[in-house]
Nanobody, 127 residues
Framework: QVQLVESGGGLVQPGGSLRLSCVVS????????IGWFRQAPGKEREGVSC????????YYADSVKGRFTISRDNSKNTVYMQMNSLKPEDTAVYYC????????????????????WGQGTQVTVSS
């Protein structure tokens, strides 16, 4: 059974940090690119970051560059996203997704095609 399970969300003050985790099962993480997406109430889904399967190419939305860092540990079937200097506009439900095209080597944030999705984790940035 394919599963992507996000965790690590919560309530944090502006300027604070959170680390999201995406644990996958039921498919070989080694051959998939993983992306993080978010959706705020009343807004469209937005691509946040993406990491390829092979040489760890990473991509970020302009709104999070320099603040968020995506990484992966295939031995733990887990992809992380470290979020620093959080802002109220980062408030959203964050989802991870998997793209297996070309064994995960060609996906970018703008070309990502999701094969699988997680259920999401809520991030709220507020004082």
């Amino acid at each position: 059974q394919v599963q992507l399970v996000e965790s690590g969300g919560g309530l944090v003050q502006p300027g604070g940090s959170l680390r999201l985790s995406c644990v996958v099962s039921g498919f070989p993480l080694d051959y998939y690119a993983i992306g993080w997406f978010r959706q705020a109430p009343g807004k469209e889904r937005e691509g946040v970051s993406c990491i390829s399967s092979s040489d760890d190419n990473t991509y970020y939305a302009d709104s999070v560059k320099g603040r968020f860092t995506i990484s992966r540990d295939n031995s733990k079937n887990t992809v992380y996203m470290q979020m620093n200097s959080l802002k109220p506009e980062d408030t959203a439900v964050y989802y991870c997704a998997a793209d297996g095209r070309d064994m995960g080597t060609t996906a970018t944030l703008t070309t990502f095609v999701d094969d699988y999705w997680g259920q999401g984790t809520q991030v709220t940035v507020s004082s």
